[in-house]
């Protein structure tokens, strides 16, 4: 293995070196995961009215979650068995086949199949930059590499309903899919010319994709969309308890196949930094779901303000992240403890806090509230990342790298569906009225207090000295 490219610790040293062009196609990859999703918000309405099918939209965005999840999953093994650009050039042409099924489709049914390709690609795409961050770059520079990534999914927020709003508001809704289409086959003739062989710095193997853990973990997804989709107050929480014990059987298993861990070996090992890690990040992004799910409804409903005005608001919060990211990325690393420690503290105040802002009827204090999310995260993210990747265990750098991600990835569909049964619970079932808006409004932020203050706990234990 060789070592990463020595690069300056500053923004100077990453534009001026040779590696920069290959860094702006890693946050390409993730714009193309990142923006896909606002965009299918947008369009899907208008698929909708033309295709029919008002039923499946919901599922729409479901397999585009299953098939990210599996293929971030799946993203440390494949490393073994293709070099990088075969991995990116790969995933970016599947992203372009989804792409293009759904632009071209006739029924809902058909847009579903596209969007499980997309899935399937974008969230390849998506776990091998994180590969690529850890193979190619020095350690030093993991909080500017991360700030910078964060730019770029803050920017999708703003610019992934922009497009698809634009194309839907002209009745051209399928010209947003052939357009980030056409978008992945630019990604792919970038990525033949820009990674190069010495890009590989790992051997490959010849590691199998494992078809049994991969069909146990989407029945665990499976049984999250399944929660959420249809809230019922009995029904959705056995299912996400079935999840649960799915997840964990998948855990138990992958550990013991030393040979082919999809994630790493130490996962359920909370008390190493790796798996405490990933823990801490796992609750951290559950407990920020409520805000992104419910948010935008309970606005509408208790402030008055627009679909459009809404959003924006629940962006602001990707906006916060990646501010944050910008600002700290220059912290030594002496203060390196201390912003993960603040950072999950203001997350999860956050958090709780916006279970008192959002009934209070003071929007200012909502957004201040959904921004602390934001920056929370900002502050810490690219350390944590840091951190997890040093620690890994011999030989699984590739999968800790990969299952950073994949564990946000479950942790949102997870959280989701939590939010989904609590609101439910609040009065939601029963319709989205003021008065049910306003008590779900305080459950369905104070129902992960517990969630938040685990996460706070689990990065006190991962900044702790090393014995």
């Not at 634009?166 to 990674?195: E, K, M, N, P």
Request: a neutral charge; aromatic letters at 10%.
């Amino acid at each position: 293995m060789t070592e990463p490219v020595a690069i300056e610790d500053s923004w100077a040293g990453l534009l001026g070196s040779r590696l920069f062009p290959r860094f702006l196609l890693l946050c390409f990859a993730v714009w193309l995961h990142a923006a896909n999703s606002m965009l299918a918000a947008t369009t899907l309405p208008s698929a909708v009215s033309e295709l029919g099918g008002a039923h499946l939209i919901s599922w729409a965005f479901t397999l585009y979650l299953l098939g990210s999840i599996l293929a971030g999953a799946s993203a440390g093994l494949v490393s073994q068995r293709l070099s990088l650009r075969q991995g990116f050039v790969g995933s970016a042409s599947l992203y372009c086949l989804g792409s293009g099924v759904c632009a071209l489709a006739w029924n809902m049914e058909i847009v579903l199949a596209g969007r499980l390709l997309q899935g399937l690609g974008g969230g390849s795409l998506l776990a091998l930059a994180y590969i690529a961050l850890a193979r190619i770059f020095p350690a030093e520079l993991m909080p500017r590499l991360m700030a910078a990534i964060s730019v770029v999914w803050s920017t999708s927020a703003f610019c992934g309903p922009l497009i698809g709003g634009s194309f839907s508001t002209l009745g051209l809704w399928r010209f947003g899919y052939w357009a980030f289409g056409a978008q992945a086959l630019v990604f792919v003739i970038l990525a033949l010319f820009l990674l190069a062989k010495d890009t590989d710095t790992m051997p490959r193997g010849a590691a199998r994709i494992p078809a049994l853990r991969l069909c146990v973990l989407s029945a665990a997804i499976l049984c999250v969309a399944l929660a959420g989709a249809v809230v019922d107050p009995f029904r959705s929480p056995i299912l996400c308890l079935i999840s649960l014990a799915l997840l964990a059987m998948f855990l138990r298993v992958d550990r013991a196949r030393t040979e082919s861990h999809m994630f790493p070996s130490v996962t359920t090992d909370l008390g190493s930094k790796t798996g405490g890690g990933l823990f801490m990040i796992f609750c951290a992004a559950s407990a920020t779901m409520s805000f992104l799910v419910f948010g935008p409804i309970l606005l509408e409903t208790l402030y008055g303000i627009t679909p459009l005005q809404a959003g924006y608001v629940v962006a602001l919060e990707a906006v916060a992240w990646g501010a944050a990211a910008l600002i700290f990325s220059n912290a030594p690393p002496r203060a390196e403890p201390t912003l993960i420690r603040a950072g999950t503290v203001c997350v999860a105040l956050s958090s709780v806090c916006l279970a008192f802002a959002m009934p209070s009827g003071h929007l200012w204090l909502v957004v201040l509230c959904g921004a602390g999310q934001g920056a929370g995260f900002g502050m810490m993210h690219g350390f944590v990342v840091r951190r997890l990747v040093a620690a890994a265990p011999e030989g699984e750098k590739d999968v800790t790298a990969s299952s950073i991600p994949t564990t946000q990835q479950i942790s949102f569909a997870l959280g989701a569906a939590a939010a989904g049964i609590v609101a439910n619970a609040a009065g939601f079932a029963d319709g989205a009225s003021e008065a049910a808006a306003k008590n779900a409004a305080f459950w369905v932020f104070i129902a992960f207090a517990p969630v938040s203050l685990a996460s706070v706990i689990a990065a006190w234990r991962l900044t702790r000295p090393d014995p």
